[in-house]
Each structure stands twice: as structure tokens, then as C-alpha cells.
């Protein structure tokens, strides 16, 4: 346990080492076209306070799975791009955060200030969003051109977005901050805005590139990769919802504002598929609001409905159903088992 520990700190910190060539390669971008100093200064700064700051879970998926289909036949060149791939991925997720928090007018994130929120970024941050979105690109031409997947990765990326934005779009006008009308919850509303807002590129996109680099080209490998990760990356985000009512803000390192946000969470679409008319308005009367006793209320009402039970029963299903999808995979078609159950050892009963 001590050794695969190591083993991970070690893969960690290899692939954080990475970074600064990847930032200095694109500021060498910017010397090119004799970008103004001051210009220069602001998109180094966007590079390194908006890139690397997370857990870098979804970049270290696309080394830990080729690391997984290639097995002992992995080289250093392989580590190498699967880390690009991965940062890739990072400048992704880095692109929808800051547009995400200009959206959702957030005040922190990773406990900084949101980068629109920093003294003098303002919306400029907007086109910053856009820059870091574009530097996907001039990476994937330097380090993937010559391979036969080049567009395959190009169209992928292109692909994840779009669906990430409307699952974006969907939660933006489902669920705005400042009008609650639950009307427009349901429970299939937040399984669309959970598969396409985060399930497509936390899940799907770190493995498909994974297998794109070791050669995959049959459809059903790929088809067999969504059909477990749509769902594995719907019950992370379920589980999220989860805790950020019920887990200790201790031990997860925030606390849960789901209710007073008024987000579109599991929780609040079990609680109105089998509320009584009277438990219904006091959804309607405290749900989404700034108010510390009007989510007390709330959390009541999830008591009085047993939503914590009915959460383990999901997450006693969601469990069974994965492993008996992942127990069906074809390896035969260029994808591994233990690519799946990687993924469900680190998720499962998860606590933060």
C-alpha cells in the first residue's frame, strides 16, 4: 500500500514537472509574433494561476491508462505525450472554470480569487478563457501531427467541448442563482446536465485519448468506454451532490452551498419526485435561498424524506451495475478491464 502511495506521488509529481516546459513553449509562441511586453507578462501569469492549481485527476487518468494498456511495452516517449494529453485536458478543464466563474459570478476558486476577480483582470478573463482553450491546439499540431490520430485527437477535443458546454448551457438556464423556479428541475434534466457537463470530459476524454495514443481504432472499444464512464462520471457527480450536504466540511475542504445556489443537485430533484404537496412548498419557499435557516429547513425535509437512504441505495446499484458492465468488456478489442476498475477503486464510497 506504502509503495503504490510512492508510486503515485512519484507519477504526480513527474507529470507537475512537465508544466513549466508546456507554459514556456507557448510564451515562445507569443515571441514570435513580437507580442508587447506587458501582454506577454499577463498570459504567463493567466498560464501558471489558472492551469495547475487542481488535483489533476482527469490529466493523470490519460498516463495512469496507457500506462495500463501498454503495460511493461510503455516508454519514456509514451509518458512523455500521454503527459502532454493530459495537460491537454487540464487546459480544458481550465477554459471552463474561468468561464464557468464568470458565469456563476463565484467568488473563490481553489482558494484563490476566481481569475476575473483578481485586481485588474475583470472580463478580460473572458479572452483569457479563449487563450487557454486555443493553446490545445498549437500542442496537439507540435507533438501529434506526425501520428495517424492526429485528427482523431483534434475532433475528439472538439467534440468533448461542445457537449460540456451544453451541458452548460442546460444547468445555466435550468438553474439560475437568482430566480428559482423548481418547475424546471427533474430528475432526467440533471442527468443531462451531469453526463454532458462533467462525465464527457472527466471520464470519457482521458481514457478515449489514452487509447487513441495506443493504436485503439474499432468503434466498439470506444463504445464500450462510454458506456461505462458516461455512467461512472454520472455517479462521481451524484456523489458530489451528496456530500456537499451531507459530508464534513473538515474532511471534504469546503462547505456545501448546494441549496442556498440553487443548483439543479440530485438531492433536490429526488426530494420533488416524491414530496406531498405540503413538503413541495416548503421546497418552494426556502430552496435557493441565502438564508442559513431556510436551508435548515430544507435539510430537514430531506430527514423527513429519506433522501440519505434512498443515496445508498443508488450507490449500492450504480456499484453492481459498473461491475457487471465492466465484467462484459471485450478486451479483445483493445481496451483493458483495469482501466474501469482503476477508476472505480478511487471513486467509490468516496468521502471527499
Same mark, same amino acid.
Request: net charge negative.
Given at each position: ?8 506521488? @512519484? ?6 514537472? $512537465? ?18 511586453? !506587458? ?15 487542481? =488535483? ?5 487518468? $490519460? ?48 482558494? &484563490?480569487?476566481?481569475?476575473?476577480? =483578481? ?45 460540456? @458546454?451544453?451541458? &452548460? ?37 482521458? $481514457? ?16 464500450? *468506454?462510454?458506456?461505462?464512464? %458516461? ?5 462521481? &457527480? ?13 474532511? %471534504?475542504?469546503?462547505?456545501?452551498? !448546494? %441549496? ?7 438531492? $433536490?430533484? &429526488?426530494?420533488? *419526485? ?16 441565502? !438564508? ?56 467509490? =464510497?468516496?468521502?471527499?
Amino acid at each position: 500500500m506504502v509503495a503504490i502511495k510512492l508510486q503515485k506521488e @512519484e507519477n504526480r509529481k513527474a507529470f507537475l514537472d $512537465v508544466y513549466p516546459r508546456l507554459a514556456d513553449e507557448i510564451l515562445e509562441e507569443l515571441k514570435k509574433y513580437n507580442m508587447p511586453e !506587458d501582454a506577454y507578462e499577463w498570459t504567463k501569469e493567466n498560464l501558471f494561476y489558472n492551469v495547475p492549481g487542481g =488535483k489533476l485527476n482527469r490529466g493523470l487518468s $490519460v498516463v495512469d491508462t496507457l500506462r495500463i494498456l501498454k503495460g511493461d511495452a510503455i516508454t519514456e516517449d509514451d509518458v512523455f505525450k500521454a503527459t502532454v494529453l493530459g495537460w491537454l485536458v487540464e487546459f480544458l478543464q481550465a477554459f471552463f472554470l474561468v468561464s464557468d466563474d464568470i458565469m456563476d459570478a463565484s467568488i473563490t476558486r481553489r482558494g &484563490q480569487p476566481c481569475w476575473y476577480k =483578481k485586481d485588474g483582470v475583470g472580463m478580460v478573463a473572458i479572452n483569457d478563457a479563449f487563450i487557454l482553450e486555443s493553446c490545445i491546439y498549437i500542442f496537439l499540431k507540435k507533438y501529434f501531427k506526425a501520428t495517424d490520430y492526429y485528427i482523431d485527437l483534434v475532433e475528439l477535443f472538439h467534440e468533448v467541448t461542445f457537449q460540456t @458546454e451544453l451541458g &452548460q448551457l442546460c444547468d445555466l438556464i435550468t438553474a439560475p442563482e437568482d430566480h428559482v423556479d423548481l418547475s424546471k428541475f427533474s430528475v432526467a434534466k440533471h442527468k443531462f446536465i451531469v453526463i454532458f457537463k462533467t462525465a464527457y470530459y472527466s471520464f470519457y476524454l482521458p $481514457v478515449a485519448l489514452a487509447m487513441m495514443m495506443n493504436g485503439v481504432k474499432t468503434q466498439e472499444a470506444y463504445d464500450q *468506454a462510454r458506456n461505462i464512464l %458516461i455512467p461512472l462520471g454520472e455517479y462521481f &457527480q451524484v456523489q458530489d451532490d451528496y456530500l456537499d450536504c451531507y459530508g464534513d466540511p473538515a474532511f %471534504i475542504g469546503k462547505i456545501g452551498t !448546494d %441549496i442556498q445556489d440553487n443548483k439543479c443537485s440530485w438531492l $433536490v430533484n &429526488q426530494a420533488l *419526485a416524491i414530496a406531498t404537496p405540503e413538503q413541495r412548498q416548503v421546497l418552494d419557499d426556502n430552496y435557493g435561498k441565502k !438564508d442559513a435557516e431556510a436551508e435548515a429547513k430544507i435539510k430537514a425535509l430531506y430527514i423527513d424524506l429519506g433522501i440519505e437512504g434512498i443515496y445508498k441505495a443508488y450507490e449500492e446499484k450504480s456499484f453492481q451495475d459498473l461491475t457487471a458492465l465492466i465484467a462484459q468488456v471485450d478486451e479483445s478489442t483493445g481496451v483493458k478491464k483495469a482501466v474501469f476498475t482503476e477508476f472505480m477503486d478511487k471513486i467509490y =464510497k468516496r468521502t471527499k
